[in-house]
C-alpha cells in the first residue's frame, strides 16, 4: 500500500548514514587509539613524576572516561532521524541521509513545466482554421487523431471535442513522433498535428500561421498546427494553467539563494510567457524527452550543483542525472523512483521546506560534531593533569563521568529541537529572518556551554582541598575549614608501606594529606612524634582530622577502609622530625611508616 511504502521510505532514511557521519566514524577510528595513547603516556607521566600510583591511575581513569566518544556517534543519526521524521510530517520523503545532505548543497534547481509549474490539465483555448475549414471539423478530425495519444496536450483536445459532444470518427491509422506530435489517418484523410519542426519536416506551408501561433505562445498557450492532406489546416491552442502557488515558491527558491531554470518541450515564445509570469530567468525550452538528461548534465558540467523537479515518466532519467531529484508525488510512480526526495502533495513550496530542513538539518549536525570535538579538546588535557602542576588541580572520574553524560546529552536534546521546525511564510522571512530565529540557531549550545564551564569550575574549585569550603564540609577529615598551603597524596597500600616515605615540609606550613588506601586491608594514617604514635597505638588510636603539630601532645589518626580517601590537615608549628604510620595491629612494626622532617622558617629562608 501507499502508507506501506511511506513507512519503508521513512525507516530507512533514518537508519541511513549521511556521508557526514561516514568522515565522522572514520575519524572515531583514528581517534579511540590516540586516546589509549595518550592515556598510557598519562600514566606514564605520573608515575615517575606524580605524588603515587593512585594518583597515575586516577588520571588514567579519567582520561578514557572524558574521551569516550559517545557525543561523537550520536551527533549524526540522532538529528537525521529527527529530520526526516520532521520532514514526513510535512509530507516529505526523503530517501536517505545523503539525499538530506545533499539538498543543503544544491544551487541550482531545474523545474519541469507541465505538472510541475502547471497543473498538468491542459485545456483548449482557441481554434483558429484556415480558410475553407470549419472549426468544428477541425476538432472533429484532431480530436479523433489524438484519442490514441497519451500526451497531455493531445488528451486536451480529445476533452474540449467531448465537452461540445462531438461524436468522433474512428482513427485508421496513428503514430507518434516523440517531441514532435502525431500523424495519422481518420476518415481517409491524412493528419500531421505537431509543433513547427514537424510540419516543416513534413514539408508543409504554413500560410500565414507562424505568425498568429506567435501571438498565442507569448500569452502561454502552446500553439499545434493540424494539416490535412498535405495542407495546413489550422492550428488548436492549448494552455496549462499555472498552479497559484508556483510564482511563490520560485521567489523563495531564489531567496534560498538558488538559481531557478524551467525546462518544457513548449516552443522558445511559450516557455518565456510561463517563465516571465512565475519570475523565472532561466529557460530551456523545445527540449526533447530524451534530451531533458542532457540538459541536466551541461548544467553540472558548468560546475553546478544541480536538483531536478519533475513528475512525469519522461523526467525519470534526468532526476536519475541529477544531483538531487526531487519527484511530485501527483506524478507517475517511475518517477518517485527515480527520484532521491519525493514530495507527497502537489504543492512546490514543499521544496523550500525540503531545502530550509536540510540546512537545518545538517546545521544542527555540524553543531553536534564542533561541540563533540571541542569538549574532547578541551577535557582531555584537563583529564591528564594538565592544571595540576598549576593549581593542584585533577579532574575527578566522577566529573570526567558527569561531562561525558552531559555532552551526549546536549548533542541529543539539540537534535530534538528540529522538531520545533517549521515552515518559512514567504521568501520575506527567508531573506530576513526574525531576530529570535537568528540567536536561536546558536544559543541552545551556547547557554549549554556556559552552563557547562560554571559548573566545572565551581566543581573543581570545591574540590579543591586548599579552598575553604571544601575543608570546611563534609566531616572531621577536612581540616576544619583550615586553609591549606600544599596538598600532598599518600598511598597507603598492601606492602606495609606508605607512598611517599619521607616528606619534607617548612616550619608553618599547614599541609592537607590526601591520603588514599589502595589495598584490600583496612589501615590508618597517624601524624606524631614516636613516642606519640607508639601511645596512641596503644590506646587504640583517636580519629582526628586536623591538628596543630605543638599544641598538644597527641598524634593525629585516621581509618582508612579499602578503597576510601580522607584527608588530613595538619599545621606544623614547630621544627623538628616526626613521624607517621599505621596502627593497625602488627602493620607499624612491619614497617608501614615514614618520617617528616619540619624546616625551620630560618633554614628555608636561607636554602632560597
Not at 467531448?162 to 514532435?180: A, C, D, M, V, Y
Not at 499545434?224 to 520560485?250: C, F, H, R, W
Not at 561541540?371 to 585533577?394: E, R, S
Request: with cysteine; aromatic share 4%; proline share 4%.
Amino acid at each position: 500500500t501507499t502508507l506501506a511504502q511511506i513507512v519503508r521510505l521513512v525507516e530507512e532514511a533514518q537508519g541511513s548514514k549521511a556521508p557526514m557521519q561516514r568522515l565522522a566514524d572514520t575519524i572515531s577510528s583514528y581517534f579511540v587509539p590516540a586516546v589509549l595513547v595518550l592515556a598510557a603516556i598519562t600514566f606514564g607521566i605520573w608515575l615517575i613524576f606524580g605524588p603515587s600510583l593512585t594518583f597515575a591511575v586516577t588520571a588514567v581513569i579519567a582520561v578514557l572516561i572524558i574521551a569516550c566518544p559517545c557525543a561523537l556517534g550520536l551527533a549524526t543519526p540522532t538529528a537525521i532521524m529527527v529530520g526526516t521524521g520532521k520532514a514526513a510530517e510535512h509530507g516529505i520523503l526523503v530517501r536517505g541521509g545523503e539525499a538530506l545532505e545533499m539538498t543543503r548543497r544544491i544551487n541550482t534547481i531545474v523545474l519541469d513545466k507541465t505538472g510541475t509549474l502547471t497543473r498538468g490539465k491542459p485545456a483548449v483555448t482557441g481554434i483558429i482554421p484556415t480558410d475553407g475549414m470549419v472549426e468544428r471539423d477541425l476538432l472533429r478530425l484532431a480530436a479523433a487523431a489524438e484519442v490514441s495519444s497519451e500526451h497531455p496536450l493531445g488528451e486536451a483536445i480529445v476533452h474540449r471535442a467531448q465537452e461540445l459532444g462531438i461524436e468522433l470518427p474512428k482513427t485508421e491509422r496513428f503514430s507518434s513522433i516523440t517531441g514532435k506530435g502525431i500523424e495519422a489517418v481518420v476518415e481517409g484523410h491524412e493528419l500531421v498535428i505537431g509543433n513547427r519542426s514537424l510540419m516543416d519536416g513534413r514539408g508543409i506551408v504554413l500560410n500565414g500561421l507562424v505568425e498568429q501561433a506567435d501571438t498565442l505562445a507569448k500569452d502561454g498557450a502552446t500553439p499545434m498546427y493540424v494539416a490535412l492532406n498535405g495542407q495546413s489546416a489550422g492550428i488548436i491552442a492549448v494552455a496549462d494553467t499555472l498552479k497559484p502557488e508556483s510564482a511563490d515558491a520560485v521567489a523563495q527558491l531564489k531567496a534560498l539563494g538558488l538559481e531557478v531554470w524551467m525546462l518544457t518541450g513548449d516552443n522558445r515564445g511559450t516557455a518565456e510567457a510561463i517563465a516571465r509570469e512565475v519570475g523565472i530567468d532561466h529557460v530551456l525550452a523545445e527540449v526533447l524527452p530524451e534530451e531533458k538528461s542532457a540538459k541536466v548534465q551541461e548544467l553540472q558540467a558548468q560546475g553546478r550543483t544541480v536538483a531536478m523537479v519533475g513528475d512525469g515518466i519522461n523526467d525519470a532519467p534526468a532526476l536519475a542525472q541529477a544531483d538531487l531529484g526531487i519527484a511530485i508525488g501527483t506524478g507517475t510512480d517511475v518517477a518517485m523512483a527515480a527520484s532521491d526526495i519525493t514530495l507527497i502533495g502537489g504543492d512546490l513550496r514543499t521544496i523550500v521546506t525540503a531545502i530550509a530542513l536540510s540546512r537545518k538539518t545538517v546545521g544542527t549536525i555540524k553543531q553536534g560534531l564542533f561541540w563533540a570535538f571541542g569538549y574532547n579538546v578541551v577535557l582531555i588535557p584537563v583529564a591528564m593533569g594538565a592544571l595540576y602542576p598549576f593549581f593542584d588541580v585533577l579532574l575527578s572520574p566522577i566529573l570526567a563521568a558527569a561531562a561525558m553524560a552531559m555532552s551526549s546529552v546536549s548533542v541529543v536534546t539539540n537534535s530534538l529541537r528540529l522538531r520545533g521546525f517549521r515552515q518559512p511564510k514567504d521568501a520575506q522571512e527567508i531573506l530576513h529572518p526574525p531576530l529570535r530565529s537568528r540567536v536561536g540557531e546558536f544559543a541552545y549550545l551556547a547557554g549549554i556551554a556556559v552552563v557547562a564551564l560554571v559548573v566545572g569550575a565551581a566543581a573543581l574549585f570545591l574540590a579543591n582541598p586548599e579552598h575553604p569550603a571544601a575543608a570546611a564540609e563534609g566531616n572531621a577529615d577536612t581540616g576544619m575549614g583550615v586553609v591549606v598551603d600544599r596538598t600532598i597524596a599518600v598511598d597507603a597500600n598492601d606492602t606495609m608501606s606508605f607512598d611517599p616515605g619521607d616528606i619534607t615540609v617548612n616550619e608553618g606550613e599547614t599541609i592537607a594529606f590526601t591520603v588514599t588506601n589502595t589495598g584490600a586491608m583496612p589501615h590508618q594514617f597517624a601524624v606524631g612524634n614516636e613516642e606519640q604514635l607508639q601511645a596512641t597505638f596503644d590506646m587504640g588510636g583517636m580519629d582526628m582530622g586536623g591538628m596543630d603539630m605543638g599544641e598538644a601532645d597527641t598524634s593525629i589518626t585516621v581509618d582508612l577502609a579499602p578503597g576510601e580517601t580522607r584527608t588530613v590537615v595538619v599545621t606544623f608549628d614547630e621544627p623538628g622530625d616526626l613521624a607517621y604510620g599505621c596502627g593497625v595491629p602488627g602493620h607499624y612494626d612491619a614497617g608501614m611508616k615514614g618520617t617528616i622532617t619540619v624546616v625551620s622558617e630560618d633554614s628555608s629562608a636561607q636554602s632560597q
